[in-house]
């Protein structure tokens, strides 16, 4: 991963983040994509924080899209490794977010979703 190519995928996950559509966020991952949040811990207790499959990371998004509606993402830093791309951006609510991607080729296989605060969902903005 050269950091040009992990601009170029920053630019579109940002975008599409921002449009809220989200197959195109989802066309970024793999279908056996496994992702880590603590947020998706609170907004789909049953995962435990662990969701497998594009199918759990859309509906865990899709819930949290729900209760989001001014969602928004301000891409702040783009770091690149040799198959790992960390995403460091401001969310609507001012918190500070890295996202941790791993890739095996142009779509992520793994994912976790990183805070500065033991409570991530509020400082994602989910409320329950």
Same mark, same amino acid.
């Given at each position: 991963?050269?950091? @040009? ?12 983040? !921002?449009?809220?559509? $989200?197959? =195109?966020?989802?066309?970024?991952? =793999? ?39 001014? $969602? ?15 995403? @460091?951006?401001? !969310? ?37």
């Amino acid at each position: 991963m050269d950091q @040009n190519t992990g601009a170029r995928f920053a630019t579109s996950w940002v975008k599409a983040w !921002n449009a809220h559509d $989200l197959d =195109a966020v989802l066309a970024h991952f =793999a279908d056996d994509v496994v992702f880590t949040s603590p947020v998706a811990a609170q907004v789909v207790p049953e995962s435990g924080g662990v969701l497998r499959g594009k199918g759990s990371l859309r509906a865990y998004w899709s819930a949290a899209l729900a209760r989001i509606p001014d $969602l928004r993402f301000e891409v702040v830093g783009v770091y690149t490794g040799v198959d790992t791309l960390v995403l @460091n951006y401001r !969310n609507h609510a001012g918190g500070l977010v890295c996202e941790v991607l791993r890739f095996a080729g142009d779509l992520a296989v793994e994912g976790a979703g990183t805070y500065l605060s033991d409570d991530a969902a509020g400082a994602s903005g989910v409320r329950d």
